[in-house]
Every structure is written in structure tokens, then in C-alpha cells.
């Protein structure tokens, strides 16, 4: 019989590590949290190097993802769609910013392909990136996939602001020690 149901789970370890409580009031703290959570993943063993978190508009968190790929058996299990997944289900809305607006994604690393595709309908209007795809690509063996040429004009045109380069070198350290580990691909 074929599969009817499926479930993706964040690693028990994360609700003891954020304070659900707390207001991350700009860019910088916003970044730090999702930074905090790649390292956590690669340090605990419970996936790749990738955290993400979204907030709404006051700074609140809705919620948080880390990559997951290979503890849950799939390839959708990245940080941002984890994220995604876990806001949506939060809020009970498929479009996050329906009509609540200013909803903001902090992914440590540049969403891949795959990510960057469901930004659009996940409802997001600002995403905040740490480390860049290059960077992920220079630092690990990851494939980020085929981008637009012109990834960040799409996003713009789209009501998306884009913020790079957030706390950039400490994304960089995380996939550093990562790599440095032997890169496994969780």
C-alpha cells in the first residue's frame, strides 16, 4: 500500500534552545537566532549546516526550521521550508503576509533553488540571507541549484526585500566547521 501520510519533525532539542517569548527587533538578532540553530543542527548531529526562522512584522517568531534532509528521508526537509511548514501551521495561513504584512525570514545560508521558489508563496516580504550560495558552495559540496540570473530582481519585483550578507561570517564559520567534520549530508 502506498504512503497516505507524511510528517516532518524539528530535532527535540529545539524548543529548549529559543526563547519563543522574546522580540528580535532587527536584522542582526533576527540572523543571530537562525545562525545559532545551523550550529546547533551540526553540533548535535541532527542535520546539515542551515537554520532559518520567521517573524512577524512586532518581531515575534513563528517559527523555526533547521535542515533536516536525511533524519526525515527528504529532500523539501531544508531549514527554510521547515521554517515555512512549522509558520503556516502556526498561523493557520498557507500565505503567511495575508493580511497580516511585514513577515520576515532569516535563512543562515542563501535559499537553494528549491526555497527560493516557495519564498514567493509562503507569504514573505522581507528575507534576510547570512551566507551567500557562493559561499555555501565554496565552503561545502552542497549543489544550491539553478537560480534566475537576475534571483534578487525576481524576488524585488515581487514585493520581496532582500537583505544579504547578515552576519555573513558567522553563517561562514558554521559551514566551515562542517565541512571541517567531514561534511555529512544530513
Same mark, same amino acid.
Not at 53 to 79: K, M, W
Not at 105 to 113: I, T, V, Y
Given at each position: 500500500? %502506498? ?10 532539542? =529545539?524548543? *529548549? ?17 537562525? &545562525?545559532?540553530?545551523?550550529?546547533l543542527n551540526v553540533e548535535?548531529g541532527t542535520g546539515g549546516?542551515?537554520?532559518a526562522a520567521v517573524f ?9 526550521? &533547521?535542515?533536516?534532509? &536525511?533524519?526525515?528521508? !527528504? !529532500? ?8 515555512? %511548514? ?18 520576515? /525570514? ?18 514573505? #516580504?522581507?528575507? /534576510?540571507?547570512? *551566507? !551567500? !550560495?557562493? #559561499? &555555501? ?24 526585500? =532582500? ?10 564559520? =558554521? %559551514?566551515?566547521?562542517?565541512? *571541517? ?6
Amino acid at each position: 500500500m %502506498l504512503s497516505h501520510d507524511a510528517r516532518l519533525a524539528l530535532p527535540d532539542w =529545539v524548543g *529548549a534552545e529559543i526563547d519563543a517569548t522574546a522580540v528580535y527587533r532587527d536584522d542582526e538578532a533576527r540572523m543571530a537566532l537562525a &545562525v545559532r540553530l545551523s550550529a546547533l543542527n551540526v553540533e548535535r548531529g541532527t542535520g546539515g549546516p542551515f537554520g532559518a526562522a520567521v517573524f512577524d512584522a512586532q518581531g515575534r517568531l513563528l517559527a523555526v526550521g &533547521v535542515n533536516r534532509v &536525511v533524519p526525515e528521508t !527528504s !529532500s523539501i526537509a531544508h531549514a527554510e521550508m521547515m521554517a515555512y %511548514l512549522l509558520a503556516q501551521k502556526h498561523t493557520g495561513r498557507a500565505r503567511l503576509n495575508d493580511g497580516h504584512p511585514g513577515i520576515t /525570514l532569516a535563512a543562515s545560508g542563501q535559499p537553494c533553488c528549491m526555497c527560493y521558489g516557495a519564498t514567493f508563496w509562503a507569504g514573505i #516580504d522581507t528575507l /534576510l540571507i547570512g *551566507a !551567500s !550560495s557562493a #559561499d &555555501v558552495m565554496e565552503l561545502t559540496d552542497f549543489d544550491e541549484g539553478p537560480l534566475p540570473a537576475d534571483w534578487r530582481g525576481e524576488l524585488e519585483r515581487r514585493g520581496i526585500a =532582500v537583505r544579504e550578507g547578515v552576519l555573513r561570517e558567522a553563517a561562514r564559520e =558554521v %559551514l566551515s566547521r562542517y565541512a *571541517a567534520g567531514g561534511g555529512i549530508h544530513y
